[in-house]
């Protein structure tokens, strides 16, 4: 293996983790907006994701790191490409921050309504514009011969994008809910089981109709062989039995179903193009590959060996993160948020 392949799969990785560990943050900052009753409510929920979502959205951080120095080609045409759909999710991105630290801030009930709804919009939307991009990513892009993207943002908005789009939020909301499952106690647990329930069958319809529009109007599902459908077939099926799951009140394994799904969803698409990172509408040899798109191989070396040494202290404290909250929170425990 090269060190350019291995970077990829390092940063598949990441992306991964990000969607994972971001799309439960997601699915909450949406939910709790319409499953909390008072103020107390949307308080507990929030603070089922406060210790973690500013680590969680890290995982989103190195990988553009890494992207950057690894592939800079891959950073510089996707980063100019995207360039209003990525702006408006970092706008998302911090109005979500940002409702975390001010609303508890002043003791007024139309300040707090303001910080909630930015939390909810900050929430909403980064999922909407991932399925988008990540859509874009398996139909191609019109990339010329400069290895740069022609064409505007109206443009990447085709009705299969728009389908990643809902797709992905409904995932994220299913993946949500099941995380309150697991950090929750009594009514506002059973609340979002009850949720989880209705929409995970909504979910399973968008995605199914993601993952076979994607096989007749994208290779990334074919190009190593159509076997390799199984893979997203997989992920589906396990969304089906995580609401099995969620019907018996087996929350910790339908969230680890759910996690399943994004996993195996994500892979699938990102290993489903490799060797290329994105594909070009415009002709097979104007994309940009694995090869073509990346750095030297001294600076693929120095990063190899510093990520060896970082990356262990980083999984480590995320984990340690995770074990000091795992307790579940009640209405009347002192929160934070």
Avoid at 34 to 60: C, H, S
Avoid at 296 to 306: D, E, R, S, W
């Amino acid at each position: 293996m090269s060190l350019s392949e291995f970077w990829f799969i390092l940063i598949t990785v990441l992306f991964i983790g990000f969607f994972v560990l971001e799309g439960f943050d997601f699915g909450v900052g949406v939910v709790s907006r319409l499953l909390g009753k008072n103020d107390q409510e949307i308080r507990v929920y929030m603070n089922t994701i406060g210790p973690f979502w500013d680590a969680n959205e890290v995982w989103l951080i190195v990988a553009g790191g890494a992207m950057f120095a690894a592939f800079p080609h891959w950073y510089a045409t996707m980063f100019s490409g995207f360039y209003i759909p990525l702006v408006f999710m970092l706008l998302a991105l911090i109005m979500r921050g940002v409702s975390f630290e001010f609303r508890g801030k002043v003791d007024s009930d139309r300040w707090r309504r303001i910080w909630d709804w930015s939390l909810f919009i900050g929430s909403l939307l980064p999922p909407v514009l991932w399925g988008v991009v990540l859509a874009n990513f398996m139909t191609g892009m019109p990339i010329d011969a400069n290895k740069e993207m022609t064409g505007n943002f109206l443009q990447f908005l085709h009705p299969f994008a728009l389908l990643g789009g809902v797709m992905f939020l409904f995932l994220t909301l299913t993946h949500g809910l099941q995380f309150i499952t697991i950090r929750t106690h009594g009514e506002l647990q059973e609340r979002a089981r009850s949720m989880a329930r209705k929409l995970t069958p909504i979910t399973s319809v968008l995605f199914l109709a993601f993952i076979i529009i994607g096989y007749f109007i994208s290779d990334v599902f074919s190009y190593h062989g159509q076997t390799f459908m199984v893979i997203p077939i997989l992920a589906w099926v396990a969304l089906l039995f995580a609401n099995l799951h969620n019907n018996q009140k087996l929350d910790v394994k339908a969230f680890m179903l759910t996690s399943i799904t994004i996993i195996l969803l994500t892979g699938s698409i990102f290993l489903g193009m490799f060797p290329r990172v994105m594909i070009s509408s415009l002709s097979e040899a104007y994309s940009l590959t694995v090869y073509n798109a990346s750095s030297g191989g001294y600076t693929l070396k120095v990063m190899t060996i510093f990520s060896l040494f970082l990356l262990p202290f980083v999984l480590g404290y995320q984990a340690w993160s995770y074990f000091i909250f795992r307790k579940r929170i009640k209405q009347d425990d002192e929160l934070e948020y």
